[in-house]
């Protein structure tokens, strides 16, 4: 009996040690709570600038003139805050995900984390691109459902290089954003509720169920 157990504990060791070195395991459950928090503060701020209610529907209108001329102020102010929130959701993700390592004893740079960043990169970098043919031809009302879907194929895309759980987060965005492109009206609620309260669910899942 006790060289059956040996031999099961072995097995799990050598699993856990091509699981480590396969797979991309310092994600952190609290960068979830963060980033998330970012995307509702972010949004917060794009309804008190265009100074509309909560409640309003059709928002894009105002990143559009009479005459489908751009609301150059309107979209700038909209164009930078989102970019803020991104720049500041990667910093705290990538500062949370040393620290994670770190604690683990896992490495912060290898193979595994190159190939999760190119296959999260690639339908990122496509719905950028994306996103700025939609500004080209006036087509506003997408750029929200457009970048939850994009942002789900890109977490689905990665999930094989790291936890299974974000495989589950990429349905959900991609789901999100094909709402928000059926409710165009309400494409901003839907992508705080997208990048921002999954996220946070996200981040409770994954602190419950690997670092508490």
């Given at each position: ?129 994306y996103c700025m043919i939609l500004v080209y031809h006036g087509q506003l009302a997408q750029l929200a459902p457009a970048t939850l879907i994009f942002y789900g194929l890109a977490l689905l895309n990665a ?54």
């Amino acid at each position: 009996m006790s060289n059956q157990q040996e031999q099961l504990a072995e097995l799990k060791e050598i699993r856990n040690l091509m699981e480590r070195s396969s797979r991309f395991l310092s994600l952190s459950g609290l960068a979830g709570l963060v980033i998330g928090t970012f995307a509702i503060i972010g949004i917060l701020l794009a309804y008190n600038y265009l100074d509309i209610p909560l409640t309003a529907t059709g928002y894009y209108h105002l990143l559009m003139k009479e005459g489908g001329q751009l609301h150059l102020e309107n979209l700038s102010f909209l164009f930078a805050d989102m970019a803020l929130v991104l720049a500041l959701s990667l910093l705290a993700g990538s500062m949370l995900a040393i620290r994670k390592a770190k604690k683990l004893g896992l490495p912060i740079w290898d193979i595994t984390a190159r190939r999760l960043l190119i296959n999260m990169g690639i339908p990122l970098l496509a719905g950028g691109i994306y996103c700025m043919i939609l500004v080209y031809h006036g087509q506003l009302a997408q750029l929200a459902p457009a970048t939850l879907i994009f942002y789900g194929l890109a977490l689905l895309n990665a999930s094989k290089y790291t936890i299974d759980d974000i495989r589950y987060l990429g349905i959900l965005e991609v789901i999100t954003g094909l709402v928000a492109a059926i409710f165009i009206d309400y494409g901003l609620l839907l992508w705080a509720f997208g990048f921002g309260f999954l996220h946070i669910i996200y981040g409770i899942v994954i602190y419950i169920k690997y670092e508490k």
